[in-house]
């Protein structure tokens, strides 16, 4: 934090910094607890319940908001879009950062966290689907560690070693498409194993595939979205390529964004019709489910065509951010609202405050370190000794 | 000690592991798994339960778990519907609206684990926690336990629980079928003590023919379903009932597919994705790659014409040029000796009269130089 107000030369007591403090100090309690007292202490967790919003916001929409990294990188380098090449680094960043998190929260959510590895060296489950997220989600973040240490080795001037994780690129891209979609889609996947508990208008043999789809809206939005809020705090970092380029992005994904919700919103309404559950739509869990559909995918399709087409770069960032809220109600709807909705309101789920700070704490520590490093390292600008890769 | 079916569909996630055995692949094919032959059960008979709670306390005594707050003959904790907990393998609940007349009073209801033929808490397990043995017990191991309780999640009976309280050791308890003493060749705890053999302890195979004959031979008592013969592709414990058995609390809507089977069409996507997608996108790359080399080629290609034919353009009009000011030259020239020699003439025609023609000679001569 010094270092921070040494190198910008702002004052430390900003009131980001003193709300961030303050979160940080309630994370560390609530996170001696956890580790000491156990979940009982901290959680709502129950027999019906077992779990949260650490598996339902953390690591669900954890992951998908983190998608940015192999849809940008995949869009640029294996697509040929070189007109997006501005967006990658951030995304990449926003990607491991996210990925970063989720393993961390899993590490308070998990029984035992210390036999995280257990799956891999003690004995595989590989009929699990969560054998194939926990696989998927480790060679992942390797992968996207990779992917982002150009810009920590351009920032600390190892020359070599970046030239050598350059000539990579293709194949760490490649890689990346294939383990995300194997873990988004895993991830839906997941609660195929629970039809009994799981609302019918939200279990579909589809969910792999919605979650994979929802993954890439997920990680366009999250693109602008993040580019927007970089723009707002941190232009000063930017060249001027990034700033040249942000429209462009934001046209760009914006109108691929709009055209996989269209995707999506027929391939939901094809769900609701191989369930034959037309009849629950009129019932108050089918109320939300519209309100999910029309709200959070219909309506962000039509607003983001919009958008592109009026070159409305204002809607298109709004419309954005609205689109991430639709992915995080989409997530808490499947792991937590409409999950276990066969049971009385007395044994549901609604979480412990002590759950929501850490959640929040995470996030926070997310946000410190994405601004630890654009403040330092070569993300929304290109370093001037290095050629663009 | 692993099942079949998990055998035959680990081939689909070890192509995650990035290895590839040689096994079988069944998960498509017709093969059906019915359990283990002479695997052993449990039948449970509500119409003989009367709610006394021995079994609860049987099964506290030979898993030695915790004493419980109020005593086991405390009956009024009846009156509150409980399910299993971290301390607690079986409850007794009792129901008392029931809709055949041939029972007087009320229903109870036995619950601990059902150990399905295909466990789905077995098929969930990322550490392979969880196995049916052979003896039909489905036991779990907490020595790798990672606790992320998704066998919590995925068991449709609600079963395990967990010991949230521990911090350093929680493990996930649920019902063992008492499987260290039946590999003894003891009855399960609850079974044991058990004053009206409203349990009864046997091979799967004869528990149904029982349960058949009870209901052959009483019609009116029971309803015509054994409970678990199909459910969830069928489990150990079998239950016969006076009601339906949704009005015991029991679900009717959980359908006779065993768990596995509702993630195998998923888990097959695997070495699809794995096979497919790395030659997609190296293709989607070279062919990008190559359309950025054609349109390279081709704007180089584009430029040098250009500047050839802006070189030879210029050349042209150098040329036409050159030849404009040689012809003006030429022309100026023409024009000049024409001048000179018409001056010329003049005076040759006045020299014609003044008889002087070396002078009009010379002047052209100096004009062309």
């Known amino acids: ?389 | 000690m692993s099942i079949t079916r998990r055998k035959f569909l680990s081939w689909l996630g070890a192509a995650t592991a990035g290895t590839t055995l040689g096994n079988t692949a069944n998960a498509a094919s017709n093969k059906h798994f019915s359990g283990y032959p002479n695997s052993m059960g449990v039948l449970f008979d509500n119409t003989r339960c009367i709610g006394c709670r021995k079994c609860e306390e049987g099964c506290n005594t030979v898993n030695e778990l915790p004493a419980p707050e109020r005593p086991f003959d405390d009956l009024s904790v009846l009156n509150t519907r409980r399910r299993t907990d971290a301390k607690t393998y079986t409850i007794v609940n009792r129901y008392d609206a029931v809709s055949n007349v041939k029972i007087k009073g009320p229903l109870y209801r036995k619950v601990q684990c059902n150990h399905c033929l295909e466990p789905a808490c077995a098929s969930a397990c990322f550490v392979r926690a969880f196995s049916k043995t052979k003896k039909g017990a489905v036991i779990y191991d907490a020595s790798v336990c990672v606790g992320c309780r998704y066998c919590m999640i995925a068991c449709p009976f609600e079963i395990p629980t967990y010991e949230y309280d521990s911090a350093f050791e929680p493990r996930v308890m649920k019902c063992t079928m008492c499987s260290p003493r039946i590999e003894k060749g003891l009855l399960p705890g609850c079974v044991e003590v058990c004053p009206t053999e409203a349990l009864t302890y046997g091979k799967r195979t004869n528990l149904l023919q029982v349960a058949r004959a009870r209901i052959s031979k009483f019609p009116d008592r029971y309803v015509n379903h054994i409970y678990g013969e199909n459910e969830m592709g069928g489990t150990s414990w079998l239950y016969l009932s006076a009601v339906p058995y949704k009005e015991v609390g029991m679900r009717e809507d959980l359908g006779v597919t065993p768990a596995p089977k509702l993630t195998a069409g998923a888990l097959s996507g695997v070495p699809i994705v794995v096979g497919i997608w790395p030659v997609l996108l190296t293709g989607i790359y070279a062919m990008s790659k190559r359309k950025e080399k054609i349109a390279n080629t081709e704007t180089k290609l584009a430029v040098a014409a250009a500047v050839e034919q802006a070189n030879t353009e210029a050349k042209a009009n150098l040329k036409s040029e050159i030849e404009a000011v040689n012809k003006m030259k030429q022309k100026e020239i023409d024009n000049a000796v024409k001048k000179a020699l018409e001056e010329a003439a003049k005076p040759k025609e006045e020299e014609d009269s003044d008889a002087q023609p070396e002078k009009a000679e010379k002047k052209p001569s100096e004009e062309g130089s």
């Open chain 1, 1 to 389: 934090m010094s270092d921070e107000a040494a190198t910008t030369g702002k004052p430390l007591l900003t009131p980001f910094n003193v709300i961030a403090g303050i979160i940080v100090v309630l994370g560390l309690i609530v996170t001696v607890l956890r580790f000491t007292v156990g979940l009982d202490a901290v959680t709502n967790l129950s027999d019906y319940n077992p779990w949260g919003i650490w598996i339902g916001f953390d690591l669900l929409v954890g992951v998908a908001l983190a998608a940015g990294g192999y849809v940008t990188s995949a869009a640029v380098y294996l697509f040929g879009m070189k007109k997006y090449h501005s967006a990658v680094r951030p995304a990449i960043l926003t990607g491991f950062l996210g990925y970063t998190l989720v393993v961390i929260a899993l590490h308070y959510d998990v029984g035992r966290p210390w036999r995280l590895p257990y799956p891999f060296i003690m004995q595989r489950g590989t009929t699990s689907l969560l054998f194939e997220v926990a696989a998927c989600v480790a060679l992942y973040l390797t992968v996207l560690f990779i992917e982002f240490s150009p810009a920590a080795m351009e920032w600390l001037g190892l020359k070599r070693a970046r030239k050598l994780v350059v000539r990579l690129t293709i194949l760490l891209t490649i890689f990346g498409v294939v383990l995300s979609t194997l873990h988004q889609s895993s991830l839906g996947a997941l609660f195929l194993i629970a039809p009994a508990k799981l609302h019918p208008l939200w279990y579909s043999p589809y969910l792999p595939v919605y979650f994979f789809v929802s993954s890439i809206i997920a990680g366009l939005s999250m693109v602008i979205f993040e580019s927007t809020l970089s723009h707002r705090y941190f232009a000063d970092k930017m060249d001027a390529a990034h700033l040249k380029e942000k429209d462009t992005v934001a046209l760009g994904f914006g109108k691929a964004a709009s055209l996989v919700l269209a995707g999506y919103f027929i391939i939901k309404v094809i769900g609701v019709s191989e369930g034959n559950n037309w009849h629950l739509l009129s019932t108050n869990y089918g109320l939300w489910f519209l309100v999910e559909l029309l709200g959070f995918v219909a309506l962000p399709c039509f607003l983001y065509a919009v958008g592109v087409r009026d070159k409305n770069i204002k809607l298109i960032k709004w419309t954005a951010a609205w689109t991430v809220l639709g992915l995080v109600v989409n997530r808490l709807n499947i792991s937590l609202v409409a999950f276990n909705w066969h049971l009385p309101a007395s044994e549901r789920y609604f979480p412990h405050w002590m759950e929501i700070v850490i959640t929040v704490f995470l996030v926070t520590l997310g946000v410190l370190a994405f601004r630890f490093i654009v403040t330092r390292m070569p993300i929304l600008y290109s370093h001037p000794d290095y050629e663009d890769h």
